[in-house]
């Protein structure tokens, strides 16, 4: 055979060891179309190679040979490749060789996979897919995709490609080993969503997504890899250079590939979501949707395209169907919608698919299921606090009108008042009874919120002629409900308007007014105006707290929330006294209630944080803590509160390892019970990205500091201090991992907002301060920087935070300048 032509035999033979069955058959239509004898040729060294390996006999020599030339081409161990030095072997596929290897300058200590084309694998079609990879894997930037670190040739005029070393092991692989239930999965699951949509968004389809290209490292963290199929999507309709729809394009594995993929149709984003969709049942089952038929090419294509399969209409079986796997029906009406024959009959993006998968683990409706009784059970079994709460308080309303109506019959004395109030009650029962209907989801054929009771109920209220006491109550109820759903500033109308009823009824001293005060004040604090807050407070407590009166558990609960504004407000005396006060009130009432005590304890110890005494806060928080998780049975926004708190100073006193798990729960705590959008849930992600960044992991940590803030921006007002705080983290985070350029714009808007919310000389004002300064000075602007590191620290230097992490980062910046 002639050198040229064994040349070429050998490269494909050496491409077809390395694939799958499945993907065999198509690389060699490919490569040998138009070439039989070629084709024959490969074939031939692939059916005795088989046949050796099954009967453990000699190899036959061209096998032999073959094999060694292959190996011998690529013994790249111990050479050098551009900065790198190749250590070992570590992978091969259709394309080449990857290696591992490390930095060779001695710049700094990097481990990465080196990706080596073979030299007789060149032909035009492969090193296309290879210029491809490259292209795309640059335009990728996202903590679970893999990153390109740098490209060249090798001295052989070798392309290669240096990406992140990702230790770990297969999705599947990992969920098996680990034993991981159905909930930890889908939460796996997501993060490859999150790296595709990333792709996605940049123009890039992934094309080849299964478990063999999904890594788990030890972390947690998922990694997606090889692009080497991937194609960018065009950027318009007309752009027909990069249409995918050339059959020799068609690479594929075909037990997950779409049926537009395996019919050389137009592939886009939806192929990549039927891809998902397959994914995720052999996550949630263990089993491949069509069983058995995944293991044969040719099955698999049927299976997935049914009649329209290439062949089908040769074959005398009927069509595969779907084996009956055990799954929740929630995911299995996800994974149907996602694996829909039809690309307009799926998810519209994966975001899409990811939505409904949070939707079902929170134990909200998804959208790939319907019906009235699964929209209700959804309803109630997500908000069940709300829930709880809001009808309470409506039945307890509900009965005393009913009791006020039976009053008013007996009392015959009294007929015409009777027949007032008889009208009053019907009156109110028709406002719950509306109120109730309105949560009912078959009114528009959608899914009806609590928050959408609440807003119809609130506006409803203006034509309610209702007693003042009756009228208070409900707007009390709106309130309080809005809050718990974080919707903070429609809450604030109804505290207000239930001030003035109370006062107009009870008089402006009565303590009934004083309780009423405190709720606006509350109010008004989680919108952010302090200052009006601090102003309500004091009048409260004016009317609650007066010599001789009985120490009350309302009285407690004021100053409790008082003392907390005071920290916010930096008046860290004031703050201290009033929360001592109310802790000594939750411990000495009568009955005295754990979380109560749990609270107090929480507050004083964050106090004790602000003013620098780190391990007087830290036994406190540990004490509130055990008191928390003996009074809660069910996941409770107290434990998150008690968790984070406990996590804040194992951060500030260098700990952050330890920190980690403790945001991980609370946030897992919110996520459940208040849902992902909740303001809390924001600040857990802040908190949890935080920490990572802390621990010296800013590409990990980028992600949750990113949803922190998105949840922030969409939950409060723009100018809200949890707004400032997720906008300082992710900037912190972006500083961390070198881009200062990205930082230094959230840096600034987070500034902006503390002095706009915080009196001056704040020291939280100059921890943003030296934040955006560092940011500045490493963007190259040391004048700028200079004043901002220098104001910042005197003032955390006065504060007693010069010697936290931020302090002492300002202190490093500011002798680098001078």
């Not at 997504?209 to 990694?223: D, F, H, R, S, T």
């Amino acid at each position: 055979m002639e050198p040229e032509r064994w040349a070429r035999v050998k490269a494909l033979f050496g491409a077809c060891l390395e694939l799958p069955a499945a993907d065999r058959a198509l690389l060699l239509a490919q490569e040998c179309a138009g070439d039989p004898d070629l084709l024959r040729e490969v074939e031939s060294l692939l059916d005795a190679s088989a046949r050796a390996a099954a009967r453990d006999d000699t190899v036959p020599d061209a096998v032999v040979a073959a094999r060694q030339e292959l190996a011998r081409e690529l013994e790249l161990e111990g050479q050098v490749v551009g900065a790198y030095r190749i250590l070992e072997r570590i992978g091969e596929g259709g394309m080449g060789v990857v290696f591992r290897a490390e930095r060779a300058d001695g710049q700094f200590t990097r481990q990465v996979a080196v990706k080596v084309v073979r030299p007789e694998s060149a032909t035009p079609g492969l090193l296309r897919r290879f210029a491809d990879e490259r292209q795309t894997l640059a335009a990728l930037e996202h903590p679970h995709i893999a990153r390109l670190l740098d490209a060249g040739t090798t001295a052989d005029g070798l392309p290669y490609l240096v990406m992140e070393h990702v230790a770990g092991e297969e999705l599947d692989v990992h969920c098996a080993r680990h034993g991981l239930g159905a909930r930890d999965r889908v939460r796996l699951f997501l993060q490859v969503c999150d790296a595709v949509e990333h792709a996605h968004r940049n123009l890039v389809v992934h094309r080849d997504l299964k478990p063999a290209n999904i890594l788990v490292a030890a972390e947690g963290q998922v990694k997606l890899l090889d692009f080497g199929i991937a194609r960018l999507m065009p950027s318009a309709p007309e752009d027909d250079t990069l249409r995918l729809t050339r059959p020799a394009d068609r690479v594929l594995t075909p037990a997950y590939a779409s049926p537009e993929q395996i019919l050389g149709r137009t592939v886009t984003t939806s192929s990549d979501v039927y891809s998902l969709g397959v994914i995720l049942v052999e996550l949630a089952s263990g089993q491949h949707p069509y069983g058995e038929a995944a293991l044969s090419p040719d099955d698999a294509m049927r299976a997935a395209c049914g009649s329209q399969a290439p062949g089908a209409g040769r074959t005398p079986e009927p069509p595969r169907t779907r084996p009956a796997l055990r799954l929740s029906p929630d995911l299995r009406a996800i994974s149907e919608r996602a694996m829909a024959r039809r690309p307009e009959d799926r998810y519209p993006s994966v975001s899409a698919l990811a939505e409904d998968l949070r939707r079902s683990l929170d134990g909200r409706p998804v959208s790939a299921r319907s019906g009235l009784a699964y929209r209700a059970s959804r309803l109630v079994r997500r908000h069940w606090l709300a829930a709880v709460a809001a009808f309470t308080v409506l039945a307890a309303l509900a009965a005393a009108a009913v009791v006020s109506t039976l009053q008013a019959r007996v009392a015959a004395r009294e007929r015409d008042r009777a027949r007032v109030e008889e009208a009053k009650a019907l009156e109110v029962t028709a406002f719950l009874q509306g109120m109730l209907e309105s949560a009912d989801p078959s009114v528009g054929s959608r899914d009806v919120s609590v928050a959408e009771v609440l807003d119809r109920a609130a506006a409803e209220m203006n034509r309610l002629d209702a007693h003042p006491e009756v009228e208070a109550a409900i707007r009390t109820t709106i309130a309080r409900s809005y809050r718990g759903l974080g919707h903070y500033r429609d809450a604030l109308p109804h505290f207000e308007r239930a001030l003035e009823l109370t006062r107009e009824f009870h008089g402006a001293d009565a303590p009934e007014t004083g309780c009423a005060l405190a709720l606006l004040a509350g109010g008004l604090h989680e919108v952010g105006e302090l200052e009006a807050a601090d102003e309500r407070f004091c009048q409260a407590l004016a009317l609650l707290d007066r010599p001789g009166g009985n120490p009350s558990a309302t009285l407690a609960g004021v100053l409790n929330d008082h003392a907390v504004l005071l920290r916010h407000l930096g008046r860290l005396d004031q703050a201290e006294r009033e929360q001592r006060r109310a802790l000594g009130l939750f411990r000495g009432l009568p009955g005295q209630r754990p979380e109560q005590v749990a609270m107090g304890l929480n507050n004083l110890g964050v106090i004790m944080e602000a003013r620098s005494r780190p391990n007087d806060a830290e036994p406190l928080y540990r004490e509130a803590l055990e008191l928390t998780r003996r009074a809660h049975d069910r996941p409770h926004p107290d434990l998150a509160f008690s968790l984070t708190s406990l996590a804040g100073v194992l951060i500030d006193t260098g700990r952050p390892t330890e920190a980690e798990p403790l945001y991980r729960e609370a946030l897992a705590v919110r996520e459940q019970a208040l849902g992902p959008d909740h303001p809390l849930t924001g600040r857990s992600l802040a908190e949890l990205a935080d920490a990572l960044r802390a621990a010296g992991r800013p590409q990990e940590a980028e992600a949750p500091a990113r949803r922190g803030l998105a949840v922030a921006q969409s939950a409060l007002p723009p100018d809200h201090p949890d707004v400032a705080r997720a906008l300082l983290v992710l900037g912190q985070v972006l500083l961390d991992a070198g881009d200062p350029g990205a930082a230094e714009p959230l840096l600034r808007q987070a500034l902006a907002i503390r002095r706009q919310a915080l009196p001056e000389g704040h020291w939280l004002v100059a921890s943003a301060e030296c934040t955006l300064g560092r940011a500045v000075l490493a963007a190259g602007g040391p004048t700028e920087a200079r004043p901002l590191l220098a104001a910042g620290l005197e003032v955390m230097s006065r504060a007693g935070k010069a010697d936290t992490e931020i302090g002492r980062a300002c202190a490093e910046a500011l002798a680098e300048i001078r």
